[in-house]
């Protein structure tokens, strides 16, 4: 393919991205419409198609998307993650150390099925209520809790989208990240808590104020009808434990049985729409739409960058620095795939290399390529708040807060911005590439 083309097809792809991180355009719609673009330029050079851009999405991980949405909707409407958060807090005492353990391990466990921004909904409110009520900083409680959300949903299948991706194009299954994943991520959640020690003081100067955050929770909590921030409301939680279970229970048997996690998630998300009492007006975003939209634009994008030649490159990087070695290879990949996810986000540079590690994985026997570029894309996305859908919600939510304040309340830590969190960002990227490194060394065909 001519180099013009293949510059005027990364400019395209850039161009868009630059204006939805910008948060210049609506996410959904820039994306189609930059899917539109490069079906015309796609026409008007006769380089890609549009039975090519059909074939180029992952109907698969749509499907996932979909039906894990709508889970996670249902269980955040009952009000039980409330409660389990209000528990948590009650249990530490007031220990600012066991504070931020907890939330980090609940942010970590609850990413695991759940969306990470869903899940940082739910217990940012939480954080800044409690930092406030005990004079913590609470911008480096919240980096802690980003990056856990992040390593909750690289250990499964279902816990963010660049997996979901991932299994749909390799056919993997929810035991296999189970087995491949998991294990990692958690000595690299032990890595991230032993980091944060530092920025935490274990001295209590004040004591847990349990009726300040209760009455905080009560008026975030989505299920009011109680008078406790412990209420539920007992038909959503009973109907969402229930399908996600049977769900869960699908995922394992799935490769058994012969059967695709994606259609035993559709058809969970299909139970939840008849069985949710979901309100016809939170529809759309209940099943996560904008990020249907969203990724189905950028399916059909890449489509056209790899039609165009461009990933082309990125194979020859690989190629070139590993030296035809295959754990140079692997390694390559995992921090090639560390370096662009901040620029573009997890998702996104999941999609962008698929193409590439498909290609590569016809010459490699097991499953190592894809645990290397997970890992990759999950160090990335932890470098930066860019890096993630979560980290410009959880910026834009603290400094909203930070306004509301009283005149004269402190507001030392309670902002977390670009800059202030590269601070923790960067080092832990580093240290979750330098332990994924050893990791894929040891597992490499």
Same mark, same amino acid.
């Given at each position: ?175 296999? /990240?189970?087995? +491949? ?6 000595? !690299?959640? $032990? =890595?991230?808590? &032993?980091?944060?020690? %530092?920025? @935490? ?92 939209? /969203?990724?189905? +634009? ?6 056209? !960058?790899? $039609? =165009?030649?461009? &990933?082309?490159?990125? %194979?020859? @990087? ?103 969190? !590269? ?23």
């Amino acid at each position: 393919m001519e180099t013009p083309l293949i510059v005027l097809s990364l400019a395209l792809f850039s161009g868009i991205f630059v204006l939805v991180q910008m948060d210049l355009v609506d996410r959904g719609l820039a994306m189609l419409g930059g899917a539109l673009a490069f079906l015309f330029l796609g026409w008007a050079f006769d380089f890609y198609i549009l039975e090519e851009a059909i074939e180029a999405i992952y109907f698969d991980s749509l499907a996932l998307l979909f039906g894990m949405s709508l889970i996670s909707n249902a269980l955040f409407r009952s009000g039980v993650f409330h409660a389990l958060a209000f528990q948590a807090v009650r249990y530490s005492g007031g220990n600012r150390l066991l504070i931020m353990t907890l939330l980090v391990l609940i942010t970590y466990t609850i990413s695991t099925c759940f969306n990470n921004l869903s899940v940082m909904v739910i217990l940012l409110p939480l954080t800044l209520v409690l930092c406030h009520s005990l004079k913590m900083a609470a911008a480096p409680i919240v980096a802690a809790e980003l990056i856990a959300s992040n390593l909750g949903g690289a250990s499964t299948l279902v816990g963010d989208f660049p997996n979901m991706i991932i299994g749909s194009v390799a056919r993997l299954h929810f035991d296999d /990240f189970i087995i +491949g994943m998991m294990v990692p991520c958690l000595v !690299l959640l $032990a =890595a991230l808590l &032993l980091y944060f020690q %530092r920025d @935490i003081t274990t001295h209590d100067t004040a004591p847990l104020d349990l009726e300040t955050i209760h009455q905080a929770l009560l008026e975030l909590s989505p299920n009011r009808k109680g008078e406790s921030a412990m209420a539920v409301d007992p038909y959503l939680l009973k109907v969402g434990v229930w399908v996600f279970v049977l769900t869960l229970t699908g995922f394992f048997l799935a490769k058994p049985l012969g059967m695709q996690p994606a259609m035993l998630s559709f058809v969970a998300g299909l139970v939840m729409l008849g069985l949710g009492k979901l309100p016809w007006n939170e529809l759309f975003d209940a099943m996560s739409g904008g990020d249907i939209l /969203f990724f189905l +634009g950028l399916f059909i994008m890449v489509g056209g !960058l790899q $039609a =165009a030649g461009v &990933l082309e490159v990125f %194979r020859w @990087i690989i190629h070139t620095l590993g030296g035809g070695n295959t754990t140079f290879s692997l390694l390559v990949l995992m921090w090639l795939a560390g370096l662009v996810t901040p620029l573009f986000n997890a998702g996104p540079t999941t999609a962008l290399l698929i193409p590439v590690v498909q290609t590569m994985s016809a010459d490699m026997a097991g499953d190592a390529i894809w645990w290397a570029l997970s890992l990759g894309v999950l160090a990335g996305s932890s470098a930066t708040l860019s890096g993630a859908t979560a980290g410009p919600v959880v910026a834009s939510f603290m400094a909203n807060h930070a306004r509301q304040m009283p005149k004269g309340q402190p507001v030392h830590g309670a902002i977390l911005d670009f800059h202030g969190y !590269l601070r923790w960002g960067v080092p832990v990227a580093l240290i979750f590439l330098g332990l994924s490194s050893v990791y894929i060394m040891m597992i490499a065909p």
